[in-house]
């Protein structure tokens, strides 16, 4: 009933007596009146006047499921989302999910990580309500050998929605870091449980450092946020919805053709490893190459230095 009511004022964006809103959706005065108060505790701003009835003003910036929904496609495949307060890791929380089978496809979000998880076992750190820390709980019927490039197709997404929300150039660091100015403002950690050949469930966990205002050493020299490179807070509600629409456009499209084709022209362009001397780290050992592009497979294409192609799938790649 809340999204009914905030539907109603939206669109009409004037005062809504709350006896139009008890006939309109069929429920007594009081039980719109609790449903106002439940959307102001979410940071609504309601005016209510006598004789007039209720408008909103500001819409909500907490990341409340009301404003998640408002906002995403009406098709969206994200039918289940659950929010929490706090929680290890969004990924480890989505995994005991689908280990007790009380979840198939959704998104995971938590205001605060206490334990957030970052690749090569490193830490995330997800301090309450400063960033977007979620998981993208997905059933592909793709083979598992091709999942890795959902986490190419989420990090392009999350580098769209930041450009449209913000006017902030983003570079997408291969496969999927995204930086601004140099700096590290999000990351994408794909895992997945699969059989020999389908999978049983990706979950694609995405940090994006929104309103942090700084960052401790050692992560000063290296991360940032929207906040510290616009001047201003990020609405972290416009952000998140942004990205999964753009992510859900793109996947369909993933899935109809199996390769990245259809976006990898916008992906090498936002890329800051084409063009560029790169050392990878690869098994162990180190090298330096030349980044050419990445191609339709979600492989980064590079010159070694003895002049010949080769395609890498996996590595620490770094400027
Ligand atoms: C990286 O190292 O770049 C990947 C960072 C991924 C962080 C996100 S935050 C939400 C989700 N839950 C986690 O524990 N990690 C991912």
Redesign the pocket.
């Known amino acids: 009933m809340k999204d009914e009511i905030l539907k109603v004022l939206m669109t009409t964006k004037e005062y809504v007596s709350g006896a139009g809103l008890s006939e309109t959706l069929g429920v007594s005065r009081t039980a719109i009146w609790k449903a106002i108060h439940k959307l102001k505790d979410e940071g609504y701003e309601i005016e209510a006047v006598p004789n007039r009835g209720y408008r909103l003003l500001i819409e909500t910036t907490n990341l409340v499921e009301t404003a998640i929904r408002l906002h995403l496609s009406k098709a969206s495949r994200f039918t289940t989302i659950k929010i929490y307060e706090t929680v290890d890791?969004?990924?480890?929380e989505a995994k005991r999910l689908k280990v007790n089978k009380s979840m198939n496809e959704g998104l995971i979000i938590a205001k605060e990580?206490t334990?957030?998880?970052?690749?090569?076992g490193?830490n995330?750190t997800?301090v309450k309500d400063e960033g977007i820390?979620?998981?993208l709980v997905l059933v592909p019927d793709i083979a598992p050998t091709i999942a890795s490039m959902l986490t190419l197709i989420a990090g392009m997404s999350a580098a769209m929605a930041i450009e449209d929300r913000t006017g902030l150039e983003v570079g997408i660091k291969w496969p999927n870091?995204l930086v601004i100015s140099g700096k590290?403002v999000c990351?994408?950690?794909t895992e997945m449980s699969t059989e020999a050949d389908y999978i049983n469930h990706v979950v694609v966990?995405?940090?994006i450092n929104v309103n942090q205002t700084f960052f401790e050493e050692p992560l000063e020299a290296i991360a940032t946020s929207l906040k510290i490179e616009l001047g201003r807070e990020v609405n972290r509600v416009e952000i998140l919805t942004t990205f999964l629409n753009h992510f859900e456009t793109l996947y369909e499209k993933f899935l109809k053709i199996m390769d990245l084709s259809f976006m990898i022209d916008k992906y090498n362009s936002m890329c800051v490893n084409v063009d560029q001397e790169l050392r990878i780290i690869e098994h162990g050992a180190t090298k330096q190459a030349t980044g050419i592009k990445v191609t339709d497979q979600g492989g980064l294409m590079v010159r070694n230095k003895e002049g010949n192609t080769e395609i890498i799938y996996a590595g620490d790649v770094s400027i």
Do not use: E, P, Y
């Not at 890791?89 to 480890?92: A, D, P």
């Not at 334990?115 to 090569?120: D, L, P, S, V, W």
């Open positions: 890791s969004t990924n480890s990580q334990a957030g998880k970052g690749r090569r490193k995330w997800s820390w979620a998981s870091d590290k990351g994408i950690l966990g995405i940090g």
